[in-house]
C-alpha cells in the first residue's frame, strides 16, 4: 500500500520558476526521503529530514517537514528544463525496515 | 566506492516462466531491498536481505523470492510469471539493517521486466 501522496500528480512550469510538490503520510516516522527518477529508471536520492528536523536545504531543494500535519513539501528552485522528471517521497517508520513510497509527482519544467 | 549495480537491464518473458535479477549492494553495504514499480506507480516493497537472511516482507506472494550471498549480493527470483508482474524491478542498498531505517537507501538502475 502507499503511504505517502503526492500533490500535484503532475505539474507543469517554465524554466525559472520555483516547483512545489507535496506529500503527506498516515503514520509516524523515522524520516523521509525525496527521490528523483527519470524516465522510469532509477531512483536517485535528493534529501534526507528526519522526524526530529523541520527544514533541510540542498543546492536549489529545500525541504520542511510538518510532522503534525504528516505532510512535507519539496521546493526546487530557479527550475531548469533538467529537472524534468517524477519525484517521490518515501517514509521510514519506526520499527521498520522498509522503505514505503508515495504516488509520486510528474514534473515537466519547459524550457 | 561502486554503486548498486543491477543485471540484466531489460528482461522479456513469457507468462508461466521463471526469471532471476541480479543485484550488486553499494560497496561496504550488507542490507538489500528490492522494489517492484509498475508502469506510473510508486515503488513497493518486496522484501528485504541482511546478512543472507531474509529480513521482512511486503505483499508479495512466495512466488517471489531471494537470495543474499556472502559477497551481500542479491538475487530476486519470481517463478510462474503473470502478466502483473510486468514492471520495473529496483534493489537498494544500506550500510546496516538499522541504517536502512535512517539513512538513505542507495538505489541501483533498475531491470525492465515484460511478461507477455
Known amino acids: 500500500s502507499q503511504q505517502g501522496e503526492e500533490d500535484p500528480q503532475a505539474l507543469s512550469i517554465q524554466e525559472g520558476e520555483n516547483a512545489t510538490m507535496n506529500c503527506s503520510y498516515k503514520t509516524s516516522i523515522n524520516n523521509l526521503q525525496w527521490y528523483r527518477q527519470n524516465s522510469g529508471r532509477g531512483l536517485v536520492h535528493l534529501i534526507l529530514?528526519?522526524?526530529?528536523?523541520r527544514e533541510k536545504h540542498s543546492g536549489r531543494l529545500r525541504v520542511t517537514l510538518d510532522t503534525s500535519k504528516k505532510s512535507s513539501s519539496l521546493l526546487i528552485t530557479a527550475s531548469r528544463a533538467a529537472d524534468t522528471a517524477s519525484y517521490f517521497c518515501a517514509t521510514s517508520s519506526s520499527g521498520t525496515y522498509k522503505y514505503i513510497f508515495g504516488t509520486g509527482t510528474r514534473l515537466k519544467v519547459l524550457a | 566506492e561502486t554503486g548498486v549495480t543491477q543485471s540484466p537491464t531489460h528482461l522479456i518473458k513469457t507468462r508461466g516462466q521463471q526469471v532471476t535479477l541480479r543485484c550488486s549492494s553499494q560497496s561496504g553495504h550488507n542490507t538489500v531491498s528490492w522494489y517492484q514499480q509498475a508502469l506510473g506507480q510508486g515503488p513497493q516493497f518486496i522484501f528485504q536481505y541482511y546478512r543472507e537472511e531474509e529480513n521482512g516482507r511486503g505483499n508479495f506472494p512466495p512466488r517471489f523470492s531471494g537470495l543474499q550471498f556472502p559477497n551481500y549480493s542479491s538475487e530476486l527470483n519470481v517463478n510462474a510469471l503473470e502478466l502483473d508482474d510486468s514492471a520495473l524491478y529496483l534493489c537498494?542498498?544500506?550500510?546496516?539493517?538499522?541504517?536502512?531505517?535512517?539513512?538513505?537507501?542507495?538505489f541501483g538502475p533498475g531491470t525492465r521486466l515484460t511478461v507477455l
Open positions: 529530514i528526519r522526524s526530529n528536523e
Open positions: 537498494a542498498s544500506s550500510s546496516d539493517l538499522a541504517a536502512s531505517s535512517y539513512n538513505e537507501q542507495f
